[in-house]
Each structure stands twice: as C-alpha cells, then as structure tokens.
C-alpha cells in the first residue's frame, strides 16, 4: 500500500522558514515523480512543486519560484520542501504526492494527508 | 503560462441529474488533462487522467472528454456521496495548473 506521511508544518512568521519532510513507503521510491501541492484554507488546490525520480527535472510555481527547494533522498525514501522568505499567503495545507505511474507526464494519483503550514505574526 | 478554467464555480442538481463540468485551456494541452474529486475535510482523489480513462475503483458515473483546449467532466446520475468539489488539472509539463474548482451540491 502506497504511503505518504508529511511532517514539518507548523507556525512561522513572515519571513522565516520551515522543512516540509514525507516518508514514502510501500512502492518503489526511486522510479517516481514527486510533487508538492498545497491547499490555503477555504480555497482551491495549487500545484507548488514537481522533481523527477533522479532529481534532473525540477521544477516550481511562479509563486514559490526562488523561495522553496524541493527535493529527494532516494536511498531514504525521503522528500522534502525547503520553504524561506515565507509570506502569509503561504498558509496552507501542503501535501505531498505521487503520480499515477513511472511516466514524466502523469496524474497525481496518491496523496499524504498533508501537513498545515501557518505564516503569522 | 496555461491558465485552466473551469466553469461553473458551484452547481446544484437533484438526485438522479445529469451533471456536466467544464475546463477550458489557455493553450492545446493534447489530453493531458486529469479530474479529481475532494469531498469536505478529505483529501482529492483522482477520478480520470488522460482526459477521458477512468481511474481504478471510480464508478462508472463519472466519464471525462475533450482534447486540446476544452475539456468535460460528466456524471450521469448525481448520487449524495458524489457532493464534493471538482478540480480539472493539466500534467503534460509545468506548471501542472489546477482549475479553480466546481463545488457541487444536491438541490
């Protein structure tokens, strides 16, 4: 059973930072895509992050362009989203998620059950 | 950048209705276009990919068409579970936009 457990979340200030984590289990890291999706409270999805199985292919929102890093430790079955400069319109549910199968262009099929990031004062 | 509209932005239908959502790309995305549903407090789930195959498991309801630009999401006869918002997204390269979403009640 594929599983994604995120972690990391929690309460910031404007302008400081935080690492979003999720352990993946259950299916066979290494051969597939990652993304980061994220959710403000009371809105719609919003697709933040994308990286490739080996990492070559990364890419970002305009709205988090320069700002977060994501990325991958296959041997750990880890990923990650490293989040600086962070803005209160940042506040959101992250989830982390896998696609539908191997290919670069697939659906995102399997969801954690995200965790909530809080930027405030 | 590709903008995914969709429309309406929240419907409601009686039990048994036909239910048609729509997802309008800025530019030709071929059939790279997916469907999730999320239900309150859930997280999406994945309805259809490849603008009309339907997922594992998802009833046969639910069906997706469109290529190119335009794109439809169906359900022929609404039930109570299917109360949720619908999300169109493109995933052919980035940024793999979702559609603003489609909340969907029963009348």
């Known amino acids: 059973e594929v599983q994604l457990v995120e972690s990391g979340g929690g309460l910031v200030q404007p302008g400081g930072s935080l690492r979003l984590s999720c352990a993946a289990s259950g299916f066979s890291f290494s051969t597939n895509s990652m993304n980061w999706v994220r959710q403000a409270p009371g809105k719609g999805l919003e697709w933040v992050s994308y990286?490739?199985?080996?990492?070559?292919?990364?890419y970002y929102a305009d709205s988090v362009k320069g700002r977060f890093t994501i990325s991958r430790d296959n041997a750990k079955n880890s990923l990650s989203l490293q989040m600086n400069s962070l803005r209160d319109e940042d506040t959101a549910v992250y989830y982390c998620a896998r696609g539908l199968d191997t290919r670069v262009a697939t659906p995102i099929a399997y969801w954690g059950q995200g965790t909530l990031v809080t930027v405030s004062s | 950048d590709i903008q995914m509209t969709q429309s309406p932005s929240s419907l409601s239908a009686s039990i048994g209705d036909r239910v048609t959502i729509t997802c309008r790309a800025s530019?030709?995305?071929?059939?790279?276009l997916a469907w999730y549903q999320q239900k309150p407090g859930k997280v999406p789930k994945l309805l259809i990919y490849a603008a009309s195959t339907l997922h594992s498991g998802v009833p046969s309801r639910f069906s997706g068409s469109g290529s190119g630009t335009d794109f439809t999401l169906t359900i022929s006869s609404l039930q109570p579970e299917d109360v949720a918002t619908y999300y169109c997204?493109?995933?052919?390269?980035?940024?793999?936009?979702f559609g603003q979403g489609t909340k969907v009640e029963i009348k």
């Open positions: 990286i490739s199985s080996g990492s070559s292919n990364i």
């Open positions: 530019q030709g995305i071929s059939d790279y």
């Open positions: 997204q493109r995933y052919n390269s980035a940024p793999r936009t």
